[in-house]
Nanobody, 119 residues
């Protein structure tokens, strides 16, 4: 099982970035898989940013609502996080997560991609 995240970088406040996460087809296509984006800023706990179910239902942290959009392309086994109106407080390492529910729940993680919002 692999999750490969990309798309991070340095952007000015008010700018945009799109993160991508390519997942193994074996987990991405399961109806019991929810794809998530987390982030972790220096000295802070990892926080859940956005989720999308296999059926396309989405949910967001209050701090990113309206500004961020999570989406998925099932043909490409890819989940995206479109981030607009970025703020310095969005600076963090962003992680892709696949939460698979079966007999027990299993979490798979990508390697993280750095997003830095600074002028």
């Amino acid at each position: 099982v692999q999750l490969q995240a990309s798309g991070g970088g340095l952007v000015q406040p008010g700018g945009s970035l799109r993160l991508s996460c390519v997942a193994s087809g074996s987990i991405f296509s399961k109806v019991t898989t929810t794809m998530r984006w987390y982030r972790q800023a220096p000295g802070k706990q990892r926080e859940l940013v956005a989720t999308i179910t296999s059926g396309g239902s989405t949910n967001y942290a209050d701090s990113v609502k309206v500004r961020f959009t999570i989406s998925r392309d099932n043909a490409k086994n890819t989940v995206y996080l479109q981030m607009n109106s970025l703020k310095p407080e969005d600076t963090a390492v962003y992680y892709c997560n696949a939460h698979v529910v079966g007999i027990r729940a299993v979490d798979y993680w990508g390697q993280g991609t750095q997003v830095t919002v600074s002028s």
